[in-house]
């Protein structure tokens, strides 16, 4: 939250302009920068008009509270005003979304979406993003949990017309998401009077949600157990069994014994982590244990959030990431399960935290703080970036430093790659993350690999897996630079060039262009085959054929692996990134990129001299390998 003050005050300090000075000070000192031109603009323009219409409606002594920052999320609604109500005397909270659109039409396939002039894309309909915001706010504010009816919201269009902007109301539908406009201002007055009394002041409300812990409701619990263990395919097996029962035991002792206890489950590509941890939440929201899901990966978070809650769209926001816990309460969370925890980073901060946040605090500690029962999924072969401290040591220590007990569950049986333990074995042996050195790969019933003399031959090949009905891939180690998105329409730029053959990465935004899919879907959409997608893309998520281009980071010479840093344009190494680490990392990309195929892997390099290792090691050419066609 930015600001908070009664109406009548906010009234006075808009009109001598110190508003505006407070907020943008705050806006700096909270985030480390000020704000841009035009969310000054919108403040100065949208704010006066509430206040105006506050006042009006003889509600000065609401209070009033500006750019309210979501708990466990980075979204703030521009003001939440607290009050009481004028018929049940109860804390009432009225979420306003401000506009200063004239006009906006639906979209003509999704009434939640709305074309606007100054944007070349569709946005949200401001019905539904307030409405959002307000069950957001139910599912996540202890202070509202159980009491959702005090929660309502309002889209303020105050420059519209009702002929501009009529369209967007075929979504209205409850109390949480309303449309007035300037013309209809007379109703919004009336609207406001119906949820908020002029006879009492709001001070005590605001203090009330405030002072709300940040918990999952039951509700959403009751909500996710539901959706989340209707999902037949998530069955559990041995190994994976004994750590999910690991995991509950801990979580009913820590319950009884007011004592915390940290589970480490660790195991490589495939073998279920991530099935455990649904397993997990879904059991852990039917016993009424609150709990979230958290990573560090966006594109795997919105694959989870896509997978557990496509149904649900309120069971989506228990999937967080692994900064979202720097101001959290200690303890407030019965469990909190962090996937891909080889993704830890040294701290939380970034160039947007707040300065009082900015204190060096270790992330595992936070994730260790917040919950009675800290559980981490881990593979320490897929740490492949610089600061990237989710091991197994550096969490046990961290619980040691605490007193806390550790327990650490391995997971064995491979799920990935066909379920051939012995492929898993060949690729770690191969980069030389296990001692031993490489072995000839010995073909068995589970697991197909082939090396390809060219990209475009890796590529004719993934198509005709395609054809046949399989999912398909290509992917690549970081040696080529990554340009600048496109302008929607126009071609996405060739950046992986090896010869005559040029193909783009994938997209790093969150939107499609040009027919490719958001980052985030690279590895699920049909449409990203024709990118070559990144070690950061495709951390996570498997597919049935996997092509892999190795690049000149990463040589065989001399009867042994050798990596180049210079080669690598992986903007996360520095200059100050040891060479050792640069080593350890190349190659655990590589791993990962080699585990992703679930029938088959085709591999390319494009250094002659690997290329030829490379065959000796597996076997032979793809035009050898007929019977894989």
Known sequence: MLFRASAKTVAVMALDRSLFLHLTDNFAHMHGYRPGASEVRSWERSIPVLAAALDDAGLGDVEVMLEYALPLNSKRADVVLAGVHPSTGEPSYVVVELKQWSQALPHEDDATLCHVDAYAHPVLN??????????????????????????????????????????????????????????????????????LSDRHPGARAADELLAGATVPSKQLMSVAAEEVRERQQFVLLDEQQVAYRMVLNAVEKAKHADRKEVVIVTGGPGTGKSVIALQLLGELYRRGIPALHATGSQSFTKTMRKVAGSRKREVQDLFKYFNSFMTAEKNSLGALICDEAHRIRETSANRYTRAEHRTGRAQIDELIDVAYVPVFFLDEHQVVRPGEMGTVADIKAAAAKRDIPCHVVPLD???????????????????????????????????????????????????ARRAQGYGARMSAGYCWRWSPEPKPGEPLPPDVVIGDWARPWNLRGDRSVSGAPPAALWATDPAGFGQVGCVYTAQGFEYDWSGVIIGPDLLWRGGRWITDRTASKDPVFKKSTPDADVDRLIRNTYKVLLTRGMVGTIVYSTDRETREKLRELAGGRLERQPSTV
């Open 126 to 195: 401001p019905i539904e993003q307030v409405r959002r915001y307000c069950d957001y706010l139910v599912n996540f504010n202890g202070a509202v949990a159980e009491h959702g009816h005090r929660v309502s919201g309002v889209a303020f269009l105050h420059n519209a017309t009702e002929f501009g902007v009529t369209g967007l109301r075929e979504i209205e539908r409850d109390g949480r998401g309303l449309l007035f406009t300037g013309e209809r201002r007379g109703a919004f007055l009336d609207h406001l009077r119906s949820r």
């Open 413 to 463: 049986s491979q799920f990935r790659c066909g379920g051939s333990d012995a492929y898993l074995r060949w690729v770690v042996r191969l980069l030389g993350l296990e001692p031993g050195g490489p072995v000839v790969w010995e073909p068995d019933d589970r697991m197909q690999l082939l090396v390809a003399d060219s990209p475009r031959e890796m590529e004719a090949f993934l198509e």
